[in-house]
Nanobody
Framework: QVQLVESGGGLVQPGGSLRLSCVAS????????MGWYRQAPGKERELVAA???????NYADSVKGRFTISRDNAKNTVYLQMNSLKPEDTAVYYC?????????WGQGTLVTVSS
């Protein structure tokens, strides 16, 4: 069993930055892939970025060059550095972990980009 707890969301002006964090806890040994998804009102949940245990990354086209995903395997933590935020980045951001054939989700953290 894996528990995921996100933090770092909030209100930010367009062009600003936020850093999300997600800590995984439980009986864990080397989580394969961790990532961030988001869901805006009235829209489906979409992949934002993902990172493997070895550090390979994947980004949605809409965030390439603005967002950076990273992880600290020793701390079972994944980060999402979000720069040059736009109003269309407003959404609930969910942490995700793929571990032993099971998909785990955090409770979500709200990011609002507005002036």
């Amino acid at each position: 069993q894996v528990q995921l707890v996100e933090s770092g969301g909030g209100l930010v002006q367009p062009g600003g930055s936020l850093r999300l964090s997600c800590v995984a806890s439980g009986t864990i040994f080397n989580i394969n892939t961790m990532g961030w998804y988001r869901q805006a009102p009235g829209k489906e949940r979409e992949l934002v970025a993902a990172i493997t245990f070895g550090g390979s990354t994947n980004y949605a086209d809409s965030v390439k060059g603005r967002f950076t995903i990273s992880r600290d395997n020793a701390k079972n933590t994944v980060y999402l550095q979000m720069n040059s935020l736009k109003p269309e980045d407003t959404a609930v951001y969910y942490c995700n972990a793929w571990y032993r054939q099971i998909n785990y989700w955090g409770q979500g953290t709200l990011v609002t980009v507005s002036s």
